[in-house]
């Protein structure tokens, strides 16, 4: 689509002109050299399981063409990957809810299980529609098949899925560059709280948009 919807909030913006800037220090360089250098390839996932995420991160995050961004994709099922493969829990979880490693294994093959039972494929396999159609489901609760051993699928979606897969997603300079957010706090900070007020050295919202294009 070659819209004004499709064009950038923030033409020309790109979080890491900041890198070697007062607005960043060694510890904020550290780990987003470390996020951005993540191969596209998993830690964790057995090859199952890493087209079925794969897949589901295309469905709750769908990322740009990338000739309509100057930025480089986020390499967001192998983020997500590393996380899972951390084992770090989150300091808190339902009690209906397993352990991180458990509940994106379960939730993972429960997903392909029903893809299987409604559309007689894996989930990678399916299309963009039935993709949708299939998280939505996840969401409402209505997958409930026994590959899910338990574990509500609306609860996986809820308190897995999104906040795995989209605070994952944010955490990236490219989703950065997105929004116009200029990372970390540390060391130089924000000054300019108020509504509709900027420090210098954030990124300029494109206000205007002509014949498709925003300026």
Known sequence: ????????DY???NV??????????????T???????TADEPAWCNVVQWRALRAL????????DCQLVSRPLVQLAALVDRKIATG???????ARLPALQDAWRIGLAALDDESLHRHHAVFADLDECARIGMVQAMQHGTLAR????????QLFFTQRVLPDICTTYYAHPSAWSEIGFGGPANPRGYVRMYF???DPWEAEEATIRENGRAR
């Open 11 to 13: 033409p020309g913006y």
């Open 31 to 37: 780990v987003i050299d470390e996020r951005i250098a």
């Open 146 to 153: 026994d590959a899910w051993r338990n574990m509500p699928s």
């Open 88 to 94: 770090k829990s989150d300091g808190y979880r339902n």
């Open 57 to 64: 991160c295309a469905v709750v995050i769908p990322q740009p």
């Open 196 to 198: 509709n007020r900027r």
């Open 16 to 29: 890491l002109d900041k890198r070697d800037s007062p607005s960043w220090d060694d510890a904020t360089r």
């Open 1 to 8: 689509m070659n819209d004004a919807r499709s064009l950038p």
